[in-house]
Structures are given as C-alpha cells and as structure tokens.
C-alpha cells in the first residue's frame, strides 16, 4: 500500500500523523510503526512544507487466500 500524507495549507506543519487499522485478512510485513496491539499502522511526517507530500509504503500479506472474493471474470 501507498500512504500520503499532502499539506494542502498555507504552511509548514511541524507533525502530523496518520494511523490506519489493518484488516483483519492481512497480516503486518512492513513499513511504519506497527502496534500488534491495536492492529495499527502509524506514520509520522514533521516539517511538511505547505503544498508538498509525504509518501509511505506498507507491505502486508493475505492471511488466508481462499477467504478472497474471486475478481476474475470469465
């Protein structure tokens, strides 16, 4: 997954967080700050200049593949 994090304000932020809850179908692999805890994801962003991004990147895998939806039209 791609995480990004844009200041669409006026000026800089010194810190912002954005945390995201894991489904209960993937388990942690990478990226962020992981609480096993909660099944969360936390990432920070500090100085974030007004109209510039922070990109993060999360890496989880499948649980369970057979508890997939089938997307594969035939």
Do not use: R, W
């Not at 809850?21 to 942690?28: C, D, F, G, I, K």
């Not at 920070?44 to 200049?49: D, G, M, P, Q, S």
């Not at 895998?61 to 594969?72: E, G, H, R, Y």
Request: net charge positive.
């Amino acid at each position: 997954y791609q995480i990004k994090i844009k200041n669409t304000g006026n000026s800089t932020i010194s810190q912002i967080v954005a945390i995201d809850a894991l489904p209960a179908s993937l388990t942690y692999v990478g990226g962020g700050s992981y609480d096993a805890g909660t099944k969360t994801v936390k990432f920070e962003a500090k100085n974030l200049e007004a109209g510039k991004e922070a990109v993060y990147f999360l890496t989880a895998k499948v649980k369970d593949a057979k508890n997939l939806n089938d997307t594969n039209p035939e």
